[in-house]
């Protein structure tokens, strides 16, 4: 290998240390950044999941009904993990027997039918509410899902970048080797 050749490539994986480098501590400030807006934003909500005491037989927090739940017993929803369980296993539930397991779309368009009935009025407001409320809590376990999956991806590169820069110093130290000389005697017919 030529001395030219050697330092173009010294000079790609020192490119590529810092591009892998820089890569690397920008996701892993993205994964914080996005985990911390989640945290702060479900906090000042103050949302918490009912507390042990009140899991009663057929209440809010029944064992028999919520068993996934039990663990956040009492617990304020302040990350994407609490924030799922809250929207699909606590919120989801109890919007399943608001008006015959029925969705918001389906008694909307009863509630638009039969505007004089003060049942459909009142299902059809908390359902939309309820889904609502459901649907931006699972946008905020969304987004700590992104955060977890930029922080695996950022120790990855934090990997990549130790060994591309590993593979630099071998060539930064192998450059300065001096190359043996080859005298070749020519060849007498």
Avoid: C
């Avoid at 909500?45 to 009492?74: E, K, T």
């Avoid at 029925?102 to 368009?109: A, D, G, H, I, L």
Wanted: hydrophobic share 50%; net charge neutral; charged share 15%.
């Amino acid at each position: 290998m030529t001395r030219e050749i050697k330092w173009r490539i010294i000079a790609l994986q020192a490119m590529a240390v810092l591009i892998v480098g820089f890569a690397a501590g920008f996701l892993y400030y993205e994964s914080s950044f996005a985990n911390n807006f989640v945290r702060d934003q479900l906090v000042a909500q103050q949302i918490y999941f009912p507390a042990a005491d009140q899991a009663v037989p057929g209440g809010s927090l029944d064992p028999a009904v919520y068993p996934d739940l039990q663990q956040y017993a009492g617990q304020q929803v302040d990350n994407g993990d609490k924030a799922k369980a809250y929207a699909d296993g606590f919120i989801g539930r109890h919007l399943q027997h608001v008006y015959f397991g029925m969705t918001y779309s389906q008694v909307s368009s009863l509630a638009s039918a039969n505007p004089t009935d003060p049942k459909l009025t009142a299902a059809k407001t908390t359902l939309f509410q309820g889904e609502s409320l459901r649907s931006m809590l699972l946008s905020a376990w969304g987004w700590s899902q992104v955060a977890l999956y930029a922080f695996y991806a950022s120790i990855a590169l934090m990997i990549a970048t130790a060994v591309i820069a590993a593979a630099l110093i071998f060539e930064l130290v192998t450059a300065f080797r001096r190359q043996p000389v080859i005298v070749t005697k020519p060849v007498t017919a």
